[in-house]
């Protein structure tokens, strides 16, 4: 059985000061997040948010022959956010007092990996972690712990950057953005170090 015992959230968005999260009640705990979106973060591309929630394990039988002795479990539920344009029409709310109105969706793409900007794999990395620059555009690659610190920067190549995993960064989640020459935030995500 796990009693749960805290919960915390990862995300980029906290570094823009635009997350504000209101503990409700301590055992179990529940926290409250609001996002107030803020227009100059809007763009195609999702940002990710990480909720974590840790519980004691307490076990019966002998101890666990696992890799992980810690005494404690955790599981995560990750969201991806999108920050998309206003639409505005002519047609009037026909929603009934307590519905919740059903937006207009854009059609998301089919193949993915056409449309993103830089491929980043593998996930999780164990050794080596490749790049591939889809737009060929003078870019730089910002990992973040989830502690908000920048643990590495690297420029990256016009074609495929292959970063060696530096022993120097632990295992374990980390946030990444790519940001291209001229400013614009071009990818976030999210990468597990084994």
């Known amino acids: 059985a796990t009693n749960a015992t805290g919960l915390t959230a990862y995300s980029e968005l906290f ?6 999260a209101m503990p409700t009640a301590d055992s179990p705990p529940e926290i409250e997040y609001t996002i107030r979106p803020d227009p100059a973060l809007k763009r195609s591309l999702p940002y990710i948010i990480t909720f974590r929630g840790t519980g004691a394990a307490t076990t019966t039988g002998p101890p666990s022959q696992d890799y992980n002795t810690s005494s404690s479990r955790q599981q995560d539920l990750t969201l991806a956010i999108y920050f998309r344009p206003e639409r505005t029409t002519d047609q009037q709310d026909a929603t009934q007092p307590g519905e919740i109105p ?5 059609p998301e793409p089919q193949d993915k990996s ?26 730089t690659l910002y990992l ?6 920048l643990v590495l920067t690297q ?15 632990t295992a374990g989640m980390y946030f990444y953005t790519i940001i291209s020459e001229g400013g614009k935030i071009e990818q976030t995500g999210r990468l597990v170090l084994l």
């Open 15 to 20: 570094r823009h000061n635009i997350i504000t």
């Open 102 to 106: 059903i937006p207009d969706e854009e």
């Open 114 to 139: 056409d449309s993103l900007a830089f491929n980043v794999y593998p996930n999780p990395v164990s050794s080596y972690l490749y790049i591939q620059n889809n737009r060929h555009v003078p870019a």
């Open 144 to 149: 973040y712990n989830t502690q908000n610190q």
């Open 155 to 169: 420029v990256l190549t016009l074609q495929q950057t292959i970063i060696s995993r530096s022993s120097t960064v």
